[in-house]
Structure formats: structure tokens, C-alpha cells
């Protein structure tokens, strides 16, 4: 029987050599990024290896960016914590129920950065910085507002590029030995981006347009556009039951296999009729704001934070209730320590979103709202 040893480095990055203990190593797998390693030569029986991942930390200032996809990271590793449920409908809903929560709750992280670059853009920079300034002053109200709207738009595309992540390439020299899956520690598909990606990735900016479509709507008439908030509502529901799309970790029922490639053709057409509606709402907004001054900031801006607020407080409520059931019946768990799980949860959780809504409302509003 053959087996393999696995070391990994920490995080000072030492070389091949040293983590494996030999003086001479060659490269059996990886790319540019990663590799791994073994001595030369080995042993019969015994396939010790070695994984080096330090040019992932290290780099040009670009890559530094990449920390904005953070709270992204955090969803998506929420998905793979979720206890597992045993062959039982209900503990199957509820762990449909959870990933749904997560992957609405990781749509609302991208709506709420869509609103903070239209916010910014829109309303602090064309709206009442940019109009009585030196620099910007014989610009029109209509040529700033579309124009902040575009560079929102063009934030959004480039954070959505950053996520970006194609078939991993092999390093030209020297050329990694091929092996095949019974010698080598890690499966070869490791290194593969997960074409399904792209499908969450297409629905997430369609969401991010419609929210600055939405931002401009309320710029140009005060009221929001139905066609915006009906879009949002479209991906919202395509996104809930979309599925886990890596495949990998939802327990869903039997069902059969869906076709990636209508998945991405119908995410790419919900893109090109976000995008649509975008430039027909860019178009609008510069026609009908000509002969409009701009007078303090644009109140109902916050009709759409508090939107967004409380869709987050409901997901997050969802999620919640989810999870309580799953850890309550979670498998290989020892009562007492479910039952304490369980405590921990059902009073942590409560207590993070009664803070949260504190926090988002503000103590102004909640002494209006006591005095009323």
C-alpha cells in the first residue's frame, strides 16, 4: 500500500528544499501559483510531498484588491460549514433553505456595493460636489449624473474581474512530469476554475446595473421605475433557485442534471437586459435633467438603503432559522453537545441582528421612535 505525506509551508514561505528535508527536489503538478514537489527519487511505499502556495501572497499592488472580495469569500465558505442533513425531507429543505439564504444574502452584498459606488458617484460627487466646483463647474447636471452612473457601473465590472479566474495555465519551464491520479496527493482538478462561476458571476453584476438603474430612476423622477426594481426581482428569484452551482456541496433531491450552458446563456441574456435597461435609464435621466438644479442631496437615496437593510435582516433571519434546525438535528453529534450548539446559536444570532438593526437605524430614529 502506498501512502502520501503532505507538508505545507507556513507563512514565511520556505523553499522546496527545506520543507521537504532534501536537498535536491523536482516539480510534479501546479502552475504559476502553486506547486507541488517531491524528492528525488523516493521511496517505494512511502510518496512524500510537498506543496508550496507563496506566490499567492505575493505580487504587483493588483492583487491587493482582491481583499474586496472578502466578504464574498466568507459566504462562500459559510455554504461548505453547513452541518449536513441525514436522509430526511425536512433536514433536506432546510439545507436548501440555508444555501438559498447565503447565495440571496451574497446577491445582497453585491447590490449593497452597487448602491455605495452609485451613492458616491451620483449623489455625493455629480449631485453636490461636482456642480459648484472649480473643476467640474461648466459641466451640465445631466452630463454628471450619467457620468457617475457609468463609472459605477465601470467599478462594478472591475470588481466582478477580479473574481475572475479561467483554466489554470502550466508552467512553460520547466514542464511538470505527468502523473497520474493514483500517485499524486491532490486531484488535477484542483487547479481548474469552476466553469459554473460564471453563471453566479453574470447574475451579480445584472443585479448591480439594476440597482444603479434604479439610482438614476429616482434622480430623474423621485419615484422608483418599475422596469429596475422588477429586474432586481427577476435575478433575485433566478439566484434563489439556481441551486448550489458548484454542485458540491447542497443535498437536494433527485432531480435532473441541469444544462451549465442555459445556465450561462440565460445569465448572459438577464446581463444584456440589465445593461439595457441601464443605458435606456442613462438615456432618460440626460434628457430630462436639463433645466434641474441641484439643491441638497438626494433624500431618497435612503429609501433604497433601508430596502436593502431589510433585506439583509430577512435573509439573515432565514439563515437563522435554518441553521437552528440543522444544528438541533445535525448528525454525529453528542446531545450535550448539540444541545450547546444550539444555545449558543439561538442566542447569538438574535442578538447580532437586533445590533445590526441598531446600528443601521441609527439612535436618532429609535428616539423618534419611542417619543412617538
Known sequence: MTWVELRVHGVSGAPAETLLGVPHVEQVAGDEFSRFYRPVGGSAGHVLEGYHWGRFTSGTWRQSLALLLVPFGLVNAAQFMLARPREHVFEKTMHMIAGLALRLLALVLTALIAFTLGLILIDIVAWRWAPGSDLLDDVSLPVLVTGGAVLAAVGLLVLAMLGYAGRTRLPPDP?????????????????????????????????????????????RTGDPWPVPVALLGLVALVVAVL?????????????????????RAGAWTLLAVAAGVLVIEGVLTHRELGDVEPTGRLTDFDD???????????????????????????????????RDAWIRLALLMPGMLVAAIILAVGPETWVALISW
Open 175 to 219: 514542464p511538470p512530469r505527468q502523473e497520474t491520479a493514483e500517485t499524486t496527493a491532490l486531484d488535477a482538478e484542483l487547479f481548474n476554475a469552476d466553469p459554473n462561476a460564471v453563471t453566479m458571476r453574470l447574475l451579480h453584476v445584472a443585479a448591480g446595473f439594476g440597482v444603479i438603474a434604479l439610482l438614476l430612476a429616482l434622480v
Open 243 to 263: 441551486g448550489d452551482p458548484e454542485g458540491s456541496v447542497t443535498v437536494g433531491f433527485d432531480t435532473p442534471e441541469r444544462d451549465g450552458r442555459r445556465l
Open 304 to 338: 433604497v438603503a433601508n430596502g436593502l437593510m431589510v433585506a439583509s435582516i430577512l435573509v439573515l433571519g432565514v439563515l437563522h432559522a435554518a441553521n437552528l434546525f440543522l444544528v438541533w438535528r445535525g448528525p454525529g453529534m453528542r446531545e450535550w453537545t448539540r
